[in-house]
């Protein structure tokens, strides 16, 4: 089900595409490290409502050079799913396209996107297959200031004595 060709246009859509130069470019903080939060279905084919797709994660990051990388995992039933891409995105107003190769060659993926300043906060809708059908990325950006807490060091167990 959820790897049938009409709902894995949206699990392979997040590529991006090179931003045009004519183009005015988001805040400086729209490019960064997100990390996926949520994934939903809309399959326009069924009475069925969305699918919110459980066991979501990975990372999806975007560079000012209009470059991207894509690490998206999805746990299900039957075990892990990864789709990893990477490519080029471009941007004009609230449309997103990403350009990528794969072992089945080059392919597109179009949409929109809305990016929220304040939380940082990036939803990306791309368009899917047949007309109407779509997937929805909800992402966070990664926070740049926040640093891992150092662990602990453990303590070395004694040495016993020898007798």
Known sequence: ???????TFALLTC???????QTPSPLPSFYNTYHYT????????SSEPPTEVRGV??????RPDGTYEKHLSIVSPSGPHYFNQSGRFTLI????????????????QRGTFRFEPATKRLTINIIGYPSGNKGVYELVAADAKATP???????????????
């Open 1 to 7: 089900m959820l790897l049938r060709r009409s709902s």
């Open 15 to 21: 590529l991006p595409f090179a931003v045009p130069a």
């Open 38 to 45: 949520a994934y939903t279905v809309y399959d326009n084919t």
């Open 57 to 62: 994660g990975g990372s999806l990051i975007l």
């Open 93 to 108: 107003g609230d449309s997103i396209r990403f350009a990528f190769t794969d072992l089945k060659g080059a392919d597109v």
């Open 149 to 163: 807490v150092p662990k602990a060091p453990r303590p070395k167990p004694a040495k016993k004595a020898r007798t």
